[in-house]
């Protein structure tokens, strides 16, 4: 992993993700796409994804508020969407970053 983009306590994140099975990108204009995030402390948080275009390029996206205050610790995140149709659902694979602590210039 490289020098973290991301910091403690940053607002603002863009996840974006394209859904993908076997290489190949999925349409997911008929699904719920759902962002599982897994701390460093293995705490989960949940988030709905939204579109980027119309979805039949599979290309989804999150952007982090502060209400999520989802960046609470420095350290390694796992990420995995959740594709559901109806009650057919699979997950992608996970995603691993690094976050890094924030530092104040004076």
């Known amino acids: 992993m490289t020098t ?6 940053d607002v603002g994140t863009l996840i974006r993700r394209t859904i993908k099975d076997n290489g190949n990108v999925v349409d997911v204009s008929g699904a719920t796409v759902t962002l599982i995030i897994l701390r460093p402390d293995k705490t989960k948080v949940t988030r709905d994804m939204s579109f980027v275009t119309d979805g039949t390029d599979g290309k989804m996206e999150y952007k982090v508020t502060a209400e999520d205050n989802l960046w609470t610790m420095e350290g390694i995140y796992l990420s995995q969407c959740i594709v559901q149709w109806g009650s057919d659902n699979f997950a992608t694979g996970e995603t691993a970053w690094r976050v890094g602590r924030r530092r104040m210039i004076e």
Request: hydrophobic share 35%; glycine share 0%; proline share 17%.
């Open 4 to 9: 973290p983009s991301i910091r403690v306590d």
